[in-house]
């Protein structure tokens, strides 16, 4: 598995040979410096570190800012993440990848972090259907309804579903098939929705 950080541009239209017509969005991705490779000898497991993006210094502590200087690079990246490798794949640390690295038609995996919602009912963030507006019920439409038992088993399940949080989390969507890539702008053209609002990170891995 190898893959790609970064941000969501939008969404577009884009229309094939015969055409038929595809929701589409659009990806910026890298280009990502390789930071650290890890192998099964000195970490226990084969992997690639990139980071994507730059930020200030003063942003950084020292412990990440030495290693960092240490590679050679001349920005800090904004944002690192993993990716699983095999032992024999032929990089260096300090190489550069691009959306080159993909082809069209082929499916990806996009991790994000979906929307936020702010706190709300259960009707909202979980599907409750509510009760009925009738037999003398007027302020209880949109309300859970019963939690649980009083005297067995006298508390409230872990995970019962309730009001709150909705939204913010982290986000997976798979086999997003690759319509159309513009090395030029880095960019990505995914058929479908990807989790996250504009200029939110994303991962995009195949």
């Known amino acids: 598995m190898i893959g790609l950080l970064g941000k969501k541009v939008g969404m577009t239209r884009l229309f094939g040979e015969n055409g038929e017509s595809y929701a589409s969005t659009i990806v910026e991705l890298g280009p990502c410096i390789i930071t650290q490779i890890k192998t099964k000898s000195n970490d226990g497991y084969s992997a690639l570190q990139i980071g994507y993006g730059k930020k200030s210094e003063k942003h950084v502590n020292k ?5 960092i200087k240490k590679i050679g690079l001349t920005e800090v990246p904004i944002k690192l993440s993993e990716f699983k490798v095999s032992n024999n794949v032929k990089v260096n640390v300090g190489d550069t990848l691009s959306v080159s690295i993909f082809e069209e038609g082929q499916l990806v995996d996009v991790r994000g972090i979906s929307k936020g919602k702010g706190f709300t009912g259960v009707v909202k963030r979980h599907g409750f259907a509510g009760a009925r507006q009738s037999h003398g019920q007027s302020s209880r439409v949109r309300a859970p309804g019963s939690i649980g038992q009083a005297s067995d088993p006298s508390r409230v399940w872990k995970g019962t579903k309730m009001a709150g949080q909705h939204g913010n ?9 690759i319509l159309r890539i513009d090395v030029k702008k880095n960019h990505l053209f995914l058929n479908g929705s990807v989790p996250g609002s504009k200029d939110g990170f994303v991962m995009v891995t195949r």
């Open 63 to 67: 412990p990440s800012l030495g290693r």
């Open 169 to 177: 989390k982290k986000a997976l969507v798979r086999n997003l098939k």
